[in-house]
């Protein structure tokens, strides 16, 4: 079993930054594909990144593309996503998920955080 814990989340207004991480325990992180999703009130989750296991292949939605970039660092069991011009759109609970596969389908992941609350203002 994996567990994974998000942070980083906060009350920014449109145009400023946030860095959020997603740190693993009970197990390694080296064997997944870590993916970043996020769900707004009353909306389906929405995945918005997605990470390779190993060699740093990376997805991004169309949404967020240019504006948010995914990293992860196996040695520490963290992935993280450093989000820049930020907008009111983009004010959701964001959730870090990890699979086997390389899916960003939220149907597909096998383990998931609780998430962390981001806010923009505008």
């Known amino acids: 079993q994996v567990q994974l814990v998000e942070s980083g989340g906060g009350l920014v207004q449109a145009g400023g930054s946030l860095r959020l991480s997603c740190t693993a325990s009970?197990?390694?992180?080296?064997?997944?594909?870590v993916g970043w999703f996020r769900q707004a009130p009353g909306k389906e989750r929405e995945g918005i990144s997605l990470?390779?296991?190993?060699?740093?292949?990376?997805y991004y939605a169309d949404s967020v593309k240019g504006r948010f970039t995914v990293s992860r660092d196996n040695a520490k069991n963290m992935v993280t996503l450093q989000m820049n011009d930020l907008k009111p759109g983009d004010t959701a609970t964001y959730y870090c998920a990890a699979s086997w596969l390389w899916t960003i389908e939220p149907r597909n992941m096998d383990y998931w955080g609780k998430g962390t609350q981001v806010t923009v203002s505008s």
């Open positions: 990470i390779s296991s190993r060699d740093g292949t990376t």
């Open positions: 009970g197990s390694t992180l080296d064997g997944y594909a």
